[in-house]
Every structure is written in C-alpha cells, then in structure tokens.
C-alpha cells in the first residue's frame, strides 16, 4: 500500500500544485477570471438575482453592488437552504454544512457543494505533496490523522452537517485513507477521555510515520493519554481489542459501548508489537509518541497565532521532528498552502476563492481601502474577505493576516489572531456577544451584580481571565458559584468552547476581583495618552494584561470542584 502511495502522490500531489503555481505567477488575472466564474454560474441564484450578478463586469461592479458581509447577515439564506429552498447562494446543491461556533449561541453552518469539496480536495493534494518534496518517508508507514466526526447530525430535512476536518479525512486521496491507522469510528465515541483513549491505542499499534491534526492541544492531550495508559494500551495492542475494563475506567453511554464492540473487530491481536511497546514502557516508565513511534517524519499542526504557542511543548513528547503547518483554513475555506516546515506561512491558494483585504488599522473607517491580492505590501497586516465556489461573497471572516512575502507574485500569509470583538486561544473563536450573554445569564443566576468587567486570554496556562469589578461593596461574594456558573453559561454560548472544555483542552477559568475604581482608572490612563473622553469605548474581550491593572488585583479565585 505504501509503495503505491508513493509512486502516486508525486504525480497527484505536483499536478494538484500546478494549478497553484500558474495562478502565483498572475494573480490579478487568475484571481478576476476566477471570480468572473463564479459570478456567471450563479447569476441566476436567489442571491445573485438580489445582487444584480447578471450586471456584473468586473471587480469594481461586484464590489458596487455586494456589500460585506459577516455570517448573521449570511444566515437568512442559509436557513432558506436548511428549509429545503435551492439555488439560493450557488447553482450547485448543498449536500452537506460544516458546523462552527457563531458569533450568538447558534452554531454556523456553512454550506457545501461538489466544487468545495473538489477545491478542498486538490489543495490537499497539493499540500500533501509538497510534504512528499521534502518528507518522502512520511508516507512510509501510517498515518494518524485524529478529527472530529464528519457527521454530528442532520438536518430536519436530513442534509448532514458535521466538521471540516472530518471532512477533508472522508474527501482525501483514497490511497491516504488507506494508510489510516486509526478506524474513523474511534473519533465517534463520545466520551473525551475514552475517544482520545482509544485513539492513542490504535496509533500506538502502528509504526507511524506522518502524524496530522491542526491543534498542538490535541497533540498534546494525545501523549499525556498515552502516558496515563500506557498498559492497558500494551494490553489492547496484544489482544486486538481497544483495551481491558474500560467500563471501569470510563462512563461509557450505551452508543460508546456499541462503538466499542465494533471497533474490537477493526484489528486482529499483535503481540509482537505488544512486547515491543512493553520493553518501551519499562524502560522509560512511559509510553511516549518520540520512542513508539522511531520513523515519525513530520508532525503537522498550528504553529501560528495563540494556538501556536503550544507547539512549542511537543518536542518534549514526539522528540525533534520536522512540525508543518496545515495551512490558513477554517470551515469557510482553505486559504493559504505552506511549503516549508516551521512557519505558518503560506501561499496563498489564488486559484479556489477570491480574496479582498483591508488594512487592519482602517478596518474602522467607514469606507475602508480593498485591495486585491496582487496589491497587497510585504510586512503589512490585513482583514481578509472570502468570496468561494461554496456560496460566500464578500464573507468577513474576521481574521488578520500578515504578508510574509511573495511566492512568484503572489503574497505569502500567515494568520495573526481572530479580529474586532473576538478571542481565540485554541480554535474556540469566543466572540463578545457570547461573553455578554454569559455574564447576564451568571449575575441572574447568583445574584452578584458587577460594574465592569473584562475577558483576557492566558496563553501561557491556555485558559481565560475574567476581571470583575462590583457593582458594590460585598464581603464575601460566592466566586466559585459564579466561576461555574460562567464557564457553564459560556459553554452553552459556544459550542466549540464546550468542546475544547470538555477536553482538556482549555483549562477553566481564572477569576480576579479588581479594586473598586479599576475601570474609571483605566479610562484615565487611555485618556491620559490622547484618547478623547467621548471616544472611549471600554472593552469586554481585551487581547492580553495590561501592567496597570497588576495595582489594582484585589484578589485571584480559581475554580474548585
């Protein structure tokens, strides 16, 4: 299987980048004729008719006539679409949406289409390949590629909505999937400790050689899993089955008990592997990815933004390898290609969607500068609008971007940080709304009122500090209460919060009461430094601590229990 692996995905993975490469050396040209396409194929769809598509002759007219827009604003069409409605954002059919957090509690969904998939598809390849150009014995071995499940649901009218990572696991070449180590019904158990459990039992039977998930996080709550079960991994390995007892280790629901019964059936008992991982284990007291796995060629995951930040712990549990960066994407659309290890900069993938930019220091102005990809400044960061074969148009994904330089002539990008109103640590994408609507739910829930407060990521303990200042004096406010009773409300807000909770992912909240005046001095300082009394705006989500505020800690609560 390997050997035709790698005898094809040189010729897949380099005529999937040609079309990357001809759209690099003429971005202006590849990046209008593609919109042009889009435009004619869907002119005659319910938002093309609104949008006067069939008018359309160039750039300047489609930004004339399509505003910008954010996902609300995008929801009423996609709810005609979950209601059966067609050719309502594109000509093509839905057949399924991908599911991430929203900027309300509501999760979004983002339709998809054949040319989406296809498009996923060939940058996958592309990207696949330029890992082969300069890790060919990745593809030596196994693949273990954790994601979530593709299908979470439908539907009332039965079209599927789940993850785009399980996605891009189902929509890769088939000879990838069948290097998979681990059985996809491994990522449908739904207990966290029991999935993540039996994830590592299946890969640690495997000699793996290329290993990919986008979230350093998920690498390393991996490795500690393997650490922490180490023989009843030894023990599944050398029996076949997932593992001894595991009704006494974890809650197991009755649909995770089923999953377990068909995934005893997925591998048939190796014992020889089984003594091999238990030499492993005596000897170092562990059973650690950097000593089961001796031919691991690459790790890929993010190595940009606040994520990023994690990566930096994972040498300590993989060893030094290679780390690759699976590229600027997100459920809207793959973005950018990197082709070099330890950088999260990429090219940026000119010939699937049609791109605007704004400078991220004019994002406030009421008619901002757009620029075009072929405009962009090396150094300079911007915000990045999306306009793709899946239904999208003039899409603000909120995201900053930074040039990083040029591929040919077209710029090469790296993601900053999720923009105005919104904080990301580990792929969560906590928007402000959410945290306002937690706050209100808490206060009628425990009966604390607060004056002011604010939302800052931790990015060293991965986990979020919330500043309150009371609204009056008390003696002894219950801070746990209203600690759970926030985490608890937040969770509800966003699900992708929840989930990254419930992992392990992000550790719980931190509280900190501040002293009575906390946000009267604060708008001092800024109005000390020449921000203009009637221009000041307090904000809720602020992206790290400010020195000023170490003064005024009255005092630091941790949840318990």
């Known amino acids: 299987m390997a050997t035709v692996l790698k005898a094809l ?3 897949i993975g380099r005529r999937a980048r040609n079309a990357l490469e001809q759209a690099s050396l003429r971005p202006q040209a590849a990046q209008r004729s593609l919109l042009a396409s889009i435009i004619l194929n869907n002119r005659h769809t319910v938002f093309g008719k609104e949008h006067g598509f069939a008018d359309i002759k160039c750039v300047e007219d489609f930004q004339r006539q399509v505003p910008i827009r954010d996902y609300e604003s995008f929801r009423p069409y996609v709810d005609k679409i979950v209601d059966g409605e067609c050719h309502v954002l594109t000509r093509e059919e839905t057949f399924m949406f991908a599911t991430t957090s929203g900027t309300t509690g509501k999760s979004k969904l983002i339709p998809i289409n054949q040319s989406f998939r296809r498009d996923l598809a060939n940058t996958s390849r592309a990207w696949l390949g330029g890992i082969y150009d300069d890790h060919p014995g990745a593809f030596d071995g196994y693949c273990f590629v954790p994601v979530s499940p593709a299908v979470e649901g439908h539907t009332q009218r039965g079209v599927p909505y789940g993850s785009m990572t399980g996605l891009t696991y189902k929509t890769a070449p088939w000879l990838f999937q ?3 180590a681990v059985p996809y019904e491994a990522t449908l158990l ?3 400790d029991l999935r993540y459990y039996a994830l590592m039992r299946f890969a640690m039977g495997k000699d793996i050689t290329l290993a990919l998930t986008a979230n350093p996080s998920t690498w390393l709550r991996l490795a500690e899993t393997g650490t922490k079960f180490g023989p009843q991994i030894v023990e599944g390995v050398r029996t076949g089955k997932v593992g001894p007892d595991l009704d006494s280790v974890f809650e197991c629901s009755t649909n995770d008990k089923a999953l377990l019964k068909l995934l005893d059936t997925k591998h048939a ?6 003594d091999a991982l238990e030499v492993l284990l005596k000897e170092h007291g562990a059973l650690l990815p950097k000593h089961a796995w ?5 790790l890929i995951c993010w190595l940009g933004g606040s994520a990023g930040t994690q990566a930096r712990w994972l040498q300590d549990y993989f060893g030094d390898i290679p780390l690759r960066d699976p590229g600027f994407r997100a459920s809207e659309a793959m973005m950018s290609l990197p082709f070099g290890d330890r950088t999260s900069a990429g090219v940026l993938a000119a010939h699937v969607n049609f791109y605007e930019f704004i400078p991220e220091d004019r994002i406030d102005e009421e008619n901002p500068p757009v620029y075009e990809a072929h405009e962009l400044i090396e150094g300079q960061s911007y915000y990045i609008l999306l306009t793709t074969r899946g239904g999208l148009y003039r899409y603000d994904i909120n995201d900053i971007v930074r040039v990083e330089g040029f591929h040919n002539n077209a710029p090469i990008i790296a993601f900053l940080r999720k923009g105005r109103d919104m904080a990301s640590l580990t792929g969560e994408k906590l928007h402000v709304n959410q945290v306002i609507g937690a706050i209100e739910q808490t206060e ?3 009966g604390i009122t607060v004056f002011s407060y604010a939302l800052i990521p931790d990015v060293e303990s991965m986990r ?6 009371l609204d009056e004096p008390s003696e002894a406010p219950s801070w746990n209460e209203f600690l759970s009773v926030f985490d608890t409300a937040l969770s509800g807000f966003n699900s992708e919060y929840k989930s990254k909770r419930d992992s392990e992912r992000l550790s719980s909240p931190r509280l900190i009461q501040m002293l009575s005046g906390w946000s009267e001095r604060e708008k001092r300082r800024q109005i000390a430094i020449g921000r203009r009394d009637v221009q000041f705006k307090w904000s809720i989500l602020q ?6 505020y170490d003064t005024d800690v009255e005092l630091i609560h941790e949840l318990k229990g």
């Open 178 to 180: 069948r290097s998979y």
């Open 9 to 11: 995905l040189p010729f």
């Open 269 to 274: 008992p190796d014992p020889e592997r089984a």
């Open 543 to 548: 992206p790290e601590w400010k020195v000023d």
């Open 294 to 298: 001796p031919n691991l060629k690459t």
């Open 190 to 192: 739904e207990n966290y």
């Open 464 to 469: 979020y500090d919330l500043l309150v200042e």
């Open 444 to 446: 009628a829930k425990t």
